[in-house]
């Protein structure tokens, strides 16, 4: 693992980059939930290398928010969610730093858990030079900019029953993304709430975040083989 400095807006970041060996690869940008960079998207990164992609798991707080507390990381996000045009940048600018890495062939995607699943969202919506993007128990609410025509690949993994996604919104985003040309697909998990692929998302108490290991497994077998479709 390497941790890759980069800056925006005055602000100092520090992603950290798991390598696959034998690059340069295609590189997988990993945003992170409300909790910033943890064990979870950096496990996801090493799964991503151990197959043959680069995992980059970015720093959208800044360097200075590494392992904030819950409460803090929720402020941030909230920060964040308030200026969709500068979370826009702010992600066109992490891609632009995944690219230039050295174990980087130039090929990028992006996935996203929860908030990161927005994040991944709104990466696509900007029209960005992107193969693909994921979202995991992503939040769907559109950014209320200007619509792009979007030219990446998208597939989001959903939880049925996940309280901050009612299927309204799942339909919206379908909407959304059909108006906007894009090649999309959404899959739904029945008895799934938010925060599936979390394996500690039970000690947070909160009824409506619950691990599923079908559910994680399901999904990750299926980005598998988007990913492969994307770079194959």
């Known amino acids: 693992m390497r941790t890759i400095e980069h800056g925006f807006g005055g602000e100092a970041f520090a992603s950290e980059l798991i390598a696959a060996p034998n690059g340069p690869l295609p590189t997988v940008i990993l945003f992170p939930t409300v909790a910033g960079i943890s064990k979870l998207e950096l496990g996801f990164a090493q799964q991503l290398a151990d197959v043959g992609y680069n995992g980059f798991c970015a720093d959208l707080y800044g360097a200075a928010f590494r392992g904030c507390d819950r409460k803090t990381g929720a402020e941030q996000m909230k920060r964040l969610r308030a200026d969709r045009a500068d979370l826009r940048d702010r992600l066109l600018a992490v891609v632009d730093t995944a690219r230039a890495q050295s174990e980087s062939d130039g090929r990028i995607a992006a996935i996203g858990f929860c908030f990161g699943g927005l994040c991944a969202l709104d990466l696509a919506r900007s ?14 609410d559109p950014p209320g900019l200007p619509p792009k025509p979007i030219a990446a690949k998208v597939i989001a993994f959903h939880g049925w029953d996940d309280p901050m996604v009612p299927p309204e919104k799942v339909v919206a985003l379908g909407r959304e993304l059909t108006s906007a040309g894009c090649d999309w697909q959404i899959h739904a998990f029945g008895g799934t709430v938010h925060g599936f692929t979390n394996q500690d998302a039970d000690k947070i108490g909160n009824p409506a975040v619950r691990y599923s290991a079908a559910a994680t497994r399901r999904g990750w077998q299926m980005l598998e083989r988007f990913l492969e479709e994307l770079f194959g």
């Open 127 to 140: 029209g960005a030079d992107v193969a693909g993007v994921g979202s995991f128990h992503g939040l769907f």
